[in-house]
């Protein structure tokens, strides 16, 4: 696609804005659909894969001085995906107990957004 990094976290961006929207409806009940409940884990999950894959994407155009960024993607990644996990587990209703609730916020911390 040939896009620059600033246009990459646009994009990003815009993803975790629209389900961040469908979310909000989902929940003051205006939308019903349930699979709109799953959507947060499937974003999390893909942003990690994509995250931790994000070296290997860039190939041979993998900017000078890459390392730290590539180590933080990857531990970014790691926590979006262990987050995405753990609310996937307790949409289905695998994880009952409150304190899995933290996932989300706990990685989001971790990954500075």
Do not use: C
């Not at 190939?59 to 890459?66: H, I, K, L, M």
């Not at 390392?67 to 753990?86: F, T």
Request: glycine letters at 10%.
């Amino acid at each position: 696609m040939d896009l620059s990094t600033e246009q990459v976290h646009w994009l990003g961006g815009a993803f975790f804005t629209a389900t961040a929207l469908l979310l909000l409806l989902r929940r003051t009940a205006v939308l019903h659909w349930r699979w709109l409940d799953f959507l947060l884990p499937l974003l999390f999950v893909g942003y990690g894969l994509e995250s931790a894959a994000d070296v290997w994407l860039h190939g041979s155009a993998v900017p000078q001085n890459y390392a730290g960024e590539a180590r933080q993607h990857l531990m970014q990644g790691s926590a979006m995906m262990i987050a995405g996990v753990v609310q996937g587990l307790i949409e289905w209703g695998k994880l009952k107990n409150r304190w899995w609730q933290l996932a989300v916020p706990v990685a989001l911390a971790f990954t500075g957004a």
